[in-house]
């Protein structure tokens, strides 16, 4: 895919990942699109459950590509991010020669061992690889360590990767690269100064109303209001984790199930559990809401 490919304007951008189910703000749809353009990475940076990874998946069905996921965690290392060699076929491809009584030099051996063969690419090398229009997901960046923020600048710089043994990898057709972080760290500027930026939040009233209608269209708009003014009440209470997006269209979904046509404070505090996922976030919006069940 060349970069006209993407999007083709901000509009187009607009229109296209709404086909998919993702309503884009102007921000969102001006960023997306020029991250096509100018085959820039995107780095999407807010809180949890906002949308962000849904971007990703979004741009990806709406041009048709793959999604090439790499989940970030603390410890991820080269070998599950970049490429790995299969040591165990290795191993047994040495001890075959030796059984054979092939009289090849190490040198011979080495250089038959690390080749197409035995290596294992993980999600950056795959996406750097692949000749198909491709969306690389690299999810929660922030939850890595700082080493693994080198590792990614030769991919986010060049979009090339360097196996010693052989060689340099560049990228055929340059992907879509969307990083997503949840702020818990800092990232670093030589990472940040390679991307777009885009700052995602909880959306307002009216966006979220239509989000949800969208999705779960059977929703009464009475009972829509209500829903999104109590994730808005619940989202100002100091919470371990607030209602994100994805948890209000479950909410609505389940208000469907249980044909719950009023949503007042039983319905609230029987349901609770569809949008609050620790104990005392439950019990300090029993109290703070004053629910009565």
């Not at 709406?62 to 191993?91: I, P, T």
């Not at 030796?98 to 030099?105: C, E, I, L, S, V």
């Not at 800092?186 to 100064?193: M, P």
């Not at 009464?220 to 994100?244: C, F, H, N, Y």
């Amino acid at each position: 895919m060349t970069a006209a490919d993407w999007f083709s304007s901000p509009d187009d951008a607009t229109t296209r990942l709404a086909a998919t189910g993702y309503l884009a703000d102007p921000a969102t749809a001006t960023t997306a699109y020029l991250a096509g353009a100018l085959q820039k990475p995107l780095l999407v940076e807010g809180p949890a459950g906002v949308g962000k990874t849904e971007l990703a998946k979004a741009v990806a069905r709406a041009s048709g590509a793959e999604l090439v996921r790499l989940q970030c965690y603390e410890g991820l290392d080269e070998a599950r991010a970049l490429y790995e060699w299969n040591y165990k076929k290795q191993l047994l491809r040495i001890q075959a020669t030796q059984a054979t009584g092939d009289a090849a030099t190490w040198d011979e051996t080495h250089d038959d061992i690390f080749t197409e063969e035995f290596l294992l690419t993980r999600p950056l090398l795959t996406a750097i690889r692949r000749e198909e229009p491709t969306v690389l997901l690299i999810d929660e960046v922030d939850k890595t360590d700082v080493e693994v923020e080198g590792l990614l600048l030769e991919v986010l710089s060049d979009f090339q990767v360097t196996i010693p043994e052989l060689g340099t990898v560049a990228a055929v057709r340059r992907p879509f690269v969307v990083l997503t972080s949840n702020a818990t760290r800092e990232l670093s500027e030589a990472v940040k100064r390679r991307c777009l930026y885009l700052h995602l939040d909880y959306p307002d009233a009216e966006r979220e109303r239509e989000i949800v209608s969208s999705q779960v269209p059977d929703l009464d708009e009475r009972v829509a209001g209500q829903l999104v003014a109590t994730i808005a009440r619940l989202r100002e209470l100091e919470l371990k984790k607030a209602p994100s997006i994805a948890e209000s269209v479950d909410w609505a979904r389940t208000l469907i199930a249980l044909e719950i046509g009023d949503l007042d404070d039983k319905a609230v505090a029987d349901t609770l559990g569809v949008v609050l996922k620790h104990a005392s976030d439950h019990d300090r919006a029993v109290r703070e809401l004053r629910l009565r069940k």
